[in-house]
């Protein structure tokens, strides 16, 4: 059968959450001085951040409402507040905020926040990049902030394909993980695919498998679909039989069973080949006159004259 080409990619991707207008830009501000000091500990904190001041979450929540007065808390049936400038207006703000004395590296790195959800609602790419990266710079900064930047990260730079900063922010999101995602590993191993590394893609392709195994998530058509691929790439046919078996019982579709009866023909295992489309047929997805004309032929081969007629 002839081999996938790069096109083939267009089918395992269609669920990334990649797109600019998927990215999770939601912001907190996490809480001022005063409503820290009141709040007990109720457990030990692995990093000791320091507190934002009444002013500075006072601005931040101003810009917010100047870039997406939606995004604004408020109570459930209160309208959105009115807002008093532009989402450019909130730039030149926060700006200007960000010149402030005294701020430190929380403050800081909220500021830089808030701008990359202003460049974003602009759709400035560029600056919205350089924003989240700012804030990866800002010295000791919550664990959340930093994970949700670097996640941030590694989605804008797939989305401008560049893979591997792509993966660079994906190892270092990783590593901050308490257990590992699926979803995202998935991300990284077509991330390698595009850089055309096919044995790395593999290997992360196949973990994906693994995680969700081990956490007993369901596996998606589309992670099993990716190993297809890299087999195929890799001029594999045995492991691509095998992984098509395996996709075909839990997602039946009439391309696998087409794709796995060609597989079989490769292989000279007729009998299996003509099955693969019988069950295709069986399950009512040879719809064109040829397609059934085609299985009826190859059953008179066969000689199976009953299923033939």
């Keep these: ?21 998927q ?21 030990k904190k692995t990093r000791r ?3 934002m001041r009444e002013r500075t979450y006072k601005k931040l929540a101003e810009a917010q409402i100047m870039i997406d007065p939606e995004s604004a808390p408020r ?3 209160e309208p959105p507040p009115e807002p008093t400038g532009t989402p450019q207006d909130a730039i030149r703000l926060l700006t200007k905020l960000r010149g402030s ?134 001029q594999d046919p045995d492991n691509v039989i095998r992984v098509l078996e395996t996709l075909i019982a839990y997602y039946p579709k009439k391309q696998y069973w087409m794709y796995l009866a060609g597989m079989y023909s490769e292989k000279e295992w007729d009998d299996k080949s003509l099955s693969a489309y019988y069950a295709a047929y069986a399950q009512g997805f040879l719809a064109k006159e040829s397609e059934v004309v085609m299985l009826s032929q190859r059953l008179l081969g066969a000689s199976v004259p009953y299923e033939a007629a």
């Design 1 to 21: 059968m002839k081999m996938l080409n790069k096109l083939t990619l267009l089918a395992i991707v269609w669920s990334l959450p990649l797109l600019l207008g």
């Design 101 to 234: 004395k005294g701020l430190n590296s929380y403050e800081h790195a909220q500021i830089w926040n808030t701008l990359a959800f202003a460049y974003y609602t602009l759709e400035d790419v560029p600056n919205t990049i350089r924003s989240y990266e700012q804030i990866l710079k800002q010295g000791t900064i919550t664990e959340a902030l930093e994970m949700t930047s670097m996640r941030a990260l590694f989605q804008l730079y797939y989305a401008e394909e560049d893979y591997r900063r792509s993966i660079q922010y994906i190892d270092r999101w990783q590593a901050l993980q308490a257990k590992p995602d699926p979803g995202v590993t998935f991300i990284k191993s077509t991330a390698y695919y595009q850089l055309e590394n096919f044995r790395q893609s593999l290997k992360w392709a196949i973990r994906v498998e693994e995680i969700a195994t081990e956490q007993q998530r369901e596996i998606k058509e589309n992670w099993w679909y990716l190993q297809v691929v890299l087999y195929n790439e890799l």
């Design 23 to 43: 990215l999770d830009v939601n912001i907190s501000f996490g809480e001022t001085a005063t409503a820290q000091e009141k709040k007990k500990q109720e457990r």
């Design 49 to 51: 951040v320091p507190a």
């Design 75 to 77: 109570e459930e049936g």
